[in-house]
């Protein structure tokens, strides 16, 4: 008799059988069209662009907008709006952390207030903020922009809408490796969702169509022509509408003025989103409303982070642990997505500590009176279990004075305790019967425990060109921000601390001091930086950055944020720092499942067995069957035969 098994699993709800497509629906009303424009889509709130599906839509209902032009999914409802009005606006944007999108405000500002504890970098990295932000730093300007918007339709989703098969696998991938234990490949599934469903999924859009012109205006407009605010803002509504459109008072707009706002202008550029393409030669705001027609897009979006369908509603089947862990790794993701690509420093370009790639201005905008070293690092280890010992890649001796020691002038500050695990799966067979050998997987397991020091100065300030010079950190996948690559400057070294944070040090202080960046610190969730409280305290230390100093993040380690400190304005140039996408971790060698097998003659055919009891005896022998597990039986007759026939005996 076979053994008894529990086999625990999270199962796959069926999506819809009866599936329409829009088109089944347009040959039952072929004059009704196809709403385009439909939320449930990700969305990447640092970039502004869309992501994979999320939402799953069905037209089995043949449901239509409330004026019956157009047919939409069972998951949307659509608001037409019913009185129609453009919105014409001119605004000044001095500075470019004041920009906000023109398309993806709201989600932009109240997306990012859905996610605890993040700083406010919404649209941060996304292609009009770059340009707005080049041009104002390389042109010494300010950002006029003027435009029209126009909302015919807000399209929202339903509550608890059915949720694609691509998305929905997903998340319970993740949710089955919390099941098992797996929490490092939970992590790692959860930033690739991330990566491939965004941070958000839409969940209402303003659809119509915009026009707007961006203009950058050299600064000396304000200041030496005397123009005021709403004269600047009159004059652009009357390059870009005409006098008739409205904006400001234009009855006190001079040609003079108008003289001085065009040669002021640096740059100049018009978007158009939906309607008809934009024609310079008498072009009028009436005409351009005439023209939309069925050309119409998204104006402006809402959305909820994407950890917020993880409910009991849309996934029953979860135990309600496993659906909290699966909430909260999702979470974790997005906010290193965020955390990875958040920059500290100094916003004033007037300063000398200004950091072009700063998106939160973090007060440091004077620069501090002290110059710091690192005088080393290492790290210990300790290796327990099966497997090839993980501490031959853990273990780092300080290679100023080649021993688990700094050296003189510095001391050991820790930084950071972790632990790395592996898992190995061996397979060990024994002959069975003739032609068989069963086998069985055997799971090894290796743990090291690391505890990471760094050499921090006496009293703050290190001695003269002792130490090393600092060169910057990447890991396995993020670059590092001084040579925009996962590697060192020139005349520097990686040196690899906690489990893959690699630190650029060089001890040449004649070629290396090029690219050398000022250092003060390091710190983490777990241990706070002697260097903070004015430079040195023997009794606290602040989980912060001196004063003048910046904290740029190295990497996360088990959630845990390890950070450094510099100058606001030590990644060199006015390059934008592109995005770092996730995953930020590699890929873990983590995974508990194993099995049993009964093999055949060279290898040829295999059947996995979940549970081989111990009293199993070998073949039926009314069936000639093998006896896999509850009812399951592997037919021995037919394998023996190919068997045979393959060596010719048949």
């Known amino acids: 008799m076979a053994g008894r098994f529990v086999v625990v699993s999270v199962a796959i709800l069926l999506l819809p059988q009866c599936m329409t497509s829009p088109s089944d629906c347009r040959r039952a009303s072929p004059d009704v069209m196809v709403f385009e424009v439909l939320p449930g889509g990700g969305w990447d709130n640092l970039k502004n662009e869309d992501r994979a599906r999320i939402v799953f839509y069905n037209y089995s209902d043949c449901g239509m907008t409330e004026d019956g032009r157009y047919f ?25 952390m004041n920009f906000t999108s023109a398309t993806s405000k709201t989600i932009n500002v109240g997306g990012q207030a859905k996610v605890a504890g993040l700083f406010s970098i919404g649209g941060k990295f996304s292609s009009e903020y770059d340009e707005v ?32 098969h691509g998305f929905r696998s997903k ?26 469903f965004g941070t958000h999924v839409i969940t209402s859009i303003d659809v119509g169509a915009s026009i707007f012109k961006v203009d950058q205006l050299n600064n000396s407009l304000s200041t030496s022509s005397k123009l005021t605010r709403s004269q600047i803002s009159a004059i652009a509504g009357i390059f870009f509408f005409g006098k008739g459109a409205g904006i400001g008072h234009t009855s006190t707009v001079t ?32 005409d351009w409303v005439d023209t939309i027609g069925n050309d119409l897009v ?13 409910t009991k509603e849309q996934f029953p089947e979860m135990p309600n642990s496993i659906r909290a862990q699966t909430h909260d790794s999702i979470e974790a993701a997005i906010s290193a997505y965020y955390r990875f690509n958040t920059y500290k420093g100094c916003t004033d370009i007037n300063s000398p500590n200004f950091n072009f790639n700063a998106n939160i201005d973090d007060g440091t905008c004077q620069p501090p009176g002290k110059n710091m070293s690192i005088g080393g690092l290492f790290q210990n280890c300790v290796f327990t279990g099966d497997t090839d010992n993980l501490c031959d890649d853990l273990t780092l001796k300080n290679k100023k004075t080649g021993d688990f020691n700094c050296g003189e002038g510095y001391k050991s500050t820790l930084l950071y305790q972790g632990n790395v695990t592996k898992t190995e799966i061996r397979q060990e067979c024994e002959s069975y019967m003739v032609f068989w050998k069963k086998c069985h997987d055997v799971v090894y397991r290796g743990e090291a425990s690391y505890s990471t020091y760094w050499c921090s100065a006496h009293a703050g ?77 023997p009794t606290f230390t602040s989980k912060s950055c001196p004063g003048g ?11 845990c944020e390890i950070n450094y400190c510099t100058l606001a304005n030590s990644f060199f140039g006015q390059t934008a720092m ?73």
């Open 133 to 164: 932000k080049s041009n104002q730093v390389n042109d010494n300007s300010f950002t006029q922009r003027t435009g029209a918007r126009y909302v015919r339709y807000t399209s929202k989703i339903q509550p608890n809408p059915v949720l694609d």
């Open 72 to 96: 939409i999914p069972d998951n949307v409802f659509v608001v037409p709006e019913k009185a129609s009005q453009v919105k014409i606006y001119s605004e000044r944007i001095d500075h470019w």
């Open 549 to 559: 100093y910046s904290q740029h993040i190295g990497t996360i380690e088990d959630e």
């Open 578 to 650: 592109p995005v770092r996408f996730p995953p930020f971790v590699h890929k873990p060698n983590e995974w508990n499942a194993t099995g049993n097998y009964i093999i055949s003659d060279e290898g040829q055919s295999w059947s996995t067995v979940f549970e081989v009891p111990d009293n199993f005896s070998g073949f039926n022998v009314e069936d000639k069957g093998w006896i896999v597990n509850s009812g399951d039986t592997l037919n021995v007759q037919n394998l023996l035969d190919k068997r045979n026939k393959k060596h010719g005996e048949l």
């Open 461 to 537: 300030e290190a001695p003269p060109n002792s130490g090393f010079l600092f060169g910057g950190i990447f890991t396995k996948t993020v670059s590092n921000p001084v040579t925009k690559s996962q590697s060192c400057p020139p005349y520097y070294q990686p040196t690899m601390i906690t489990s893959d944070m690699f630190v650029c040090l060089s001890d040449d202080f004649e070629l290396g001091q090029r690219y050398s960046i000022p250092f003060a610190g390091f710190f983490s969730c777990q241990e706070g930086n002697p260097l903070s409280n004015q430079y040195f305290s």
């Open 255 to 286: 040609d003079q003025m108008t003289q001085q706002y065009a040669t002021s202008q640096t740059h100049s550029t018009i978007f158009t989103y939906g309607g008809q393409p934009y024609k310079p030669v008498n072009f009028s705001i009436n």
């Open 298 to 310: 998204a104006t402006d979006r809402s959305g909820d982070p994407l950890h917020f369908l993880i």
């Open 171 to 196: 998340i319970l991938s993740i949710a089955n490796h919390h099941l098992n234990g797996r929490k490092r490949y939970a992590r790692y599934e959860s930033q690739l969702l991330v990566r491939d």
